[in-house]
C-alpha cells in the first residue's frame, strides 16, 4: 500500500479506501502554480513540480499585494498632503486627498496612529428610508 494520497491534476495517486472517505486539503505552489490535494494539512507540503513550498488553499485572508482600497471617510485637504506625507511616508494620497491602502496591515495601523476606530458597517432593513 502506498502512503502517500496525493492528487495532481485530478489524478488520486496511491489511492486507498480511506482516501476516498476524507476530506481533502488543497494546496498550491505559488512559484509554479501546481496544485495538490492531500486529505493530511500537518506539516509544511512540498511541490512535486520545482521542490518549493506549497500553500494551504484555505479560502481565508489576502495575499500581499492583492488588497487595494481607497477611503474617502479618512480623506484629507490636498493641501496638507505634502505633511502628510511626512507623518505617514508608505500611505499613498491620491490628488483628491483620498487615501489609497495596499495591505489591511496598512490600513489598521494607520487607523490606530490617527485615532479612527474601524468599525463594521451597518447594515439598514430593506424598505427604511432615511429623512
Known sequence: MVSSRLVLNSKLI????????????RFICDDCGAEVADDNSRGVHKCPDCGEDMRWMCGGGIREGDYSHTSSSLAI????????????????VLPDGRIHFDSVKKQSDYCGQTGFEKMPQKIRKKGVQIA
Open 14 to 25: 496511491g489511492k486507498d479506501e480511506r482516501a476516498i472517505n476524507m476530506t481533502t486539503q
Open 77 to 92: 485637504n490636498p493641501c496638507q498632503t505634502k505633511a502628510h506625507r511626512k507623518l505617514f511616508p508608505g500611505i499613498d
